[in-house]
């Protein structure tokens, strides 16, 4: 079945640098916009970095705005999200996830997507 795993979170330090992946199974990512969501505890899941599939524009949410990048690598079927000078305030799991019918960046949310994979956990401390 079709599968999206992410990979590479861990404990940093503020200021610290991760970068996180998004490796697809059963879905040719190329084809696909992806969305980077988080939860921290106690807080409703949000939505941190869009891919788009369709006209390649990237999206950020205002609060990590200048320290993330997105990007795909199709050959490793993958999209990656870079984080760097890493809050405390980042500290949470991180999805990745797409949709049926997700294929633009602006506007999305957490009820548009279908597929889900099950999460890495980020956590920012001294």
């Known amino acids: 079945q079709a599968q999206l795993v992410e990979s590479g979170g861990g404990l940093v330090q503020p200021g610290g640098s991760l970068r996180l992946s998004c490796a697809g199974s059963?879905?040719?990512?190329?084809?696909?916009?992806i969305g980077w969501f988080r939860q921290a505890p106690g807080k409703e899941r949000e939505g941190v970095s869009c891919i788009s599939a369709n006209d390649g524009s990237t999206s950020f949410a205002d609060s990590v705005k200048g320290r993330f990048t997105i990007s795909r690598d199709n050959a490793k079927n993958t999209v990656y999200l870079q984080m760097n000078s890493l809050r405390p305030e980042d500290t949470g799991v991180y999805f990745c996830a797409t949709g049926l019918e997700f294929y633009f960046c602006s506007g999305y949310a957490a009820q548009d997507m279908d597929y889900w994979g099950k999460g890495t956990l980020v956590t920012v401390s001294s």
């Open positions: 059963g879905f040719t990512l190329e084809y696909y916009t």
